[in-house]
């Protein structure tokens, strides 16, 4: 079965720092693998998508994120936050069932940025 | 950003009540969604839609049907609303079903039942 693990629900650091949201997945194929970032009373948005063509992945605002097989982590990094980062972030498996792709959510990250 | 729109942005209503979610789309994609958000869920599918008149369920669909009369609608319909569909609804478009599109998602409506 397919599954996504999003290791913290809450994560804070300051405006400088590197951001590190941590995400582990479970799939019996070879995973399509997604974030997206969604803002207060926005939806959500796509920051970068792994889909078997490079393991490291750039996206957007400075974003990039690393599929590694082995350990079945697909974590997101920036090397410096910006207080506009601050928002909730999801790590997205999508399956193939039928005739769609299926989208497994993980329950999120609330991403905190201080001054 | 992708041409979604959701209407109503917000709704309170009673239970027991119909209420009809409508989004629109200018993109002219094939396939559209509608997912629920609440909190420790992440988003789950209620139904999806991948033509006009072809619509299936998705994870969370009872108490929910849905229609598709043109390209770019797509109704969610709570035919009796409770409590317990009380969420955050998303609609969502993507261009292709089986080629790993991501979606585009449109703002949000916030449905409250009393």
């Known amino acids: 079965a397919q599954s996504v693990t999003q290791l913290d629900s809450h994560v804070s650091v300051s405006e400088g720092t590197p951001v590190l949201l941590r995400c582990n997945y479970s799939?019996?194929?070879?995973?399509?693998l997604f974030w997206y970032v969604q803002h207060p009373n926005k939806g959500l948005q796509l920051l970068l998508k792994?889909?078997?063509?490079?393991?490291l992945v750039k996206g957007i605002n400075g974003f990039e994120a690393e599929f590694k097989k082995s350990e079945t982590s697909f974590h997101l990094t920036k090397p410096s936050a910006h207080m506009s980062d601050a928002a909730e972030y999801f790590c997205v498996v999508s399956v193939l069932v039928g005739g769609y792709n299926k989208l497994i959510f993980g329950a999120g990250t609330r991403l905190a940025v201080h001054p | 950003d992708a041409g979604i729109t959701q209407s109503p942005r917000h709704k309170v209503t009673e239970t027991g009540t119909p209420v009809t979610l409508r989004c629109h789309q200018t993109?002219?994609?094939?396939?559209m969604y509608w997912y629920r958000q609440d909190p420790g869920h992440g988003l789950r599918l209620i139904h999806y839609?991948?033509?006009?008149?072809?619509?299936d369920k998705g994870e969370v669909s009872d108490g929910y049907s849905v229609s598709r009369s043109k390209t770019e609608d797509f109704l969610l319909t709570l035919e009796s609303a409770t409590s317990s569909q009380t969420s955050v609804y998303f609609c969502?478009?993507?261009?292709?079903?089986?080629?790993?599109?991501?979606?585009?998602f449109g703002n949000g409506t916030r449905l409250t039942v009393t």
């Open positions: 799939s019996s194929y070879s995973p399509s």
């Open positions: 993109e002219n994609h094939r396939y």
């Open positions: 969502a478009i993507s261009g292709v079903g089986t080629d790993n599109s991501p979606l585009h």
């Open positions: 792994y889909t078997s063509a490079a393991t």
């Open positions: 839609s991948y033509g006009v008149k072809d619509t």
